[in-house]
């Protein structure tokens, strides 16, 4: 069946840095656009960011800009989040997902991983 797991979660100091991973299996990885979202308690979902099938283009959110990386490896059917210099309002759940950016769609979830940006 189709998955799509978080990795890489946990509390980390402000400044710090953690890289999130999604393993996604069921699916044809290398067909589909993949984000990443993340939420907190009482809030909208917010776009985080958005790689193509092939890695070629992404998107960020003007909050995460210049702080956070994504990347893919089709080989190993990942998409990976390098979050640096962390703050304590990127404290969230965040989900990986498989779709279509431009048409706001998506297909497949994941479960979310917990980061915490405390001291």
């Known amino acids: 069946q189709v998955q799509l797991v978080e990795s890489g979660g946990g509390l980390v100091q402000p400044g710090g840095s953690l890289r999130l991973s999604c393993a996604a299996s069921?699916?044809?990885?290398?067909?589909?656009?993949m984000d990443w979202f993340r939420q907190t308690p009482g809030k909208e979902r917010e776009f985080v960011a958005h790689?193509?099938?092939?890695?070629?283009?992404?998107i960020y959110a003007d909050s995460v800009k210049g702080r956070f990386t994504i990347s893919r490896d089709n080989a190993k059917n990942t998409v990976y989040l390098q979050m640096n210099s962390l703050k304590p309002q990127d404290t969230a759940v965040y989900y990986c997902?498989?779709?279509?950016?431009?048409?706001?769609?998506?297909?497949?979830w994941g479960q979310g991983t917990q980061v915490t940006v405390s001291s």
């Open positions: 997902a498989a779709g279509y950016y431009y048409a706001a769609r998506y297909d497949y």
């Open positions: 069921g699916f044809s990885f290398s067909t589909y656009a």
């Open positions: 790689i193509s099938n092939d890695g070629s283009n992404t």
